[in-house]
């Protein structure tokens, strides 16, 4: 049975302009305290300079990748200056958003087969706050909070949360990069979202990821374990 988890309730502005107020203020890594004021599933935040911050292989990549566009273009890059061909590497697990409401959400342009698959769900086309709003996911102001420090201080920020407890996911590693679009600082999220761990699934597991993405899993998504 999944474990029980608090009320949900939808973040404010208010709320999230707080929780991105916490991450700014950090110089690089977040303490325990401002970890636990975003929420109890949050295990890190931290603002990142170079691929030896990166335990995860494919959010390396994609760092050292746009460290280079940005050395390039002498601060961020264009959106324009990524091409999909230079991240094969990383490619199922990468997202892209379209900034909306100066950093409070977001549209997913692009969202990975790798993280859909695990997700349950391809939410392209989506808000952030949509998509949270619809699986009521524990993690909502923490997703919010993120894009909005990016969107404010144009720098990679690297996270890592505890998954729902209804998907077969441990934790999710998450590498946030901000491209510039035409003559906004930053106008997209170039996100790479990598999965760490799994569980077995229980036929109870699959009904409420069943109810969170308000529709029948794909043929392809584990069964009871």
Not at 22 to 30: G, K, Q
Not at 76 to 94: E, K, S, T, W
């Amino acid at each position: 049975m999944p474990a029980a988890e608090p009320p949900w309730s939808d973040p404010t502005d208010a709320g999230i302009a707080t929780a991105a107020d916490r991450i700014l203020a950090a110089p690089d890594a977040l303490d325990p305290a401002a970890l636990a004021a975003i929420d109890r599933c949050v295990e890190r935040i931290a603002w990142v300079t170079g691929p030896d911050d990166m335990e995860e292989p494919k959010l390396g990549f994609l760092l050292r990748h746009w460290l280079a566009l940005a050395q390039a273009a002498g601060g961020v890059p264009d959106r324009h200056a990524i091409d999909v061909v230079d991240l094969v590497p990383a490619l199922g697990n990468l997202l892209m958003l379209q900034v909306e409401r100066d950093g409070f959400d977001a549209i997913y342009r692009v969202y990975g087969t790798a993280v859909a698959d695990r997700a349950a769900r391809d939410w392209t086309g989506f808000r952030v706050s949509e998509m949270n709003r619809t699986t009521r996911t524990p993690a909502a102001l923490l997703y919010r909070a993120c894009y909005l420090a990016v969107f404010r201080r144009p720098a990679p920020l690297f996270t890592q949360h505890r998954s729902p407890s209804y998907l077969n996911v441990g934790s999710w590693r998450r590498l946030i990069l901000p491209l510039a679009d035409g003559d906004r600082p930053c106008g997209r999220f170039l996100v790479c979202s990598v999965p760490v761990g799994s569980r077995a699934l229980s036929s109870e597991d699959l009904r409420e990821i069943e109810r969170r993405i308000q529709r029948p899993l794909p043929p392809s998504y584990p069964g009871p374990g």
